[in-house]
Nanobody
């Protein structure tokens, strides 16, 4: 399994970024996929999940209405469109392969662990600052 994130960078508050995750080494269309993030000095936070066919999506309360997860199974690629960015969105963003077809809507109280998902990418840095 290989997951390679891209698209991170510096954005101003209120701005937008689009993250991509190129997947290989497994049948991408058979698994739910997720985005998670880790801010400096903080633990992992689940951000969003999408079902294997793209029909089901879930979001953390902190990003709901601002971020949109999507996937292109023909291209083996996962996306995260991030709008209305805030300084508190600054973090290392990870793409993660799930264990099954359906995503799980983790509650805001959930403490994300690496074992929640099967595989992780190396991450792409997002910094939101004026």
């Amino acid at each position: 399994v290989q997951l390679v994130e891209s698209g991170g960078g510096l954005a101003q508050p209120g701005g937008s970024l689009r993250l991509s995750c190129a997947a290989s080494g497994f049948t991408f269309s058979n698994y739910a996929m997720n985005w998670a993030r880790q801010a400096p000095g903080k633990g992992l936070e689940w951000v969003s999940g999408i079902g294997s066919d793209g029909g089901t999506t879930y979001y953390a309360d902190s990003v709901k209405g601002r971020f949109t997860i999507s996937r292109d199974n023909a291209k083996n690629t996962l996306y995260l469109q991030m709008n209305s960015l805030r300084p508190e969105d600054t973090a290392l963003y990870y793409c993660a392969k799930d264990h099954q077809r359906d995503p799980i809507p983790y509650p805001s109280t959930w403490k994300t662990h690496r074992t929640d998902f099967h595989s992780w990418g190396q991450g792409t840095q997002v910094t939101v600052s004026a």
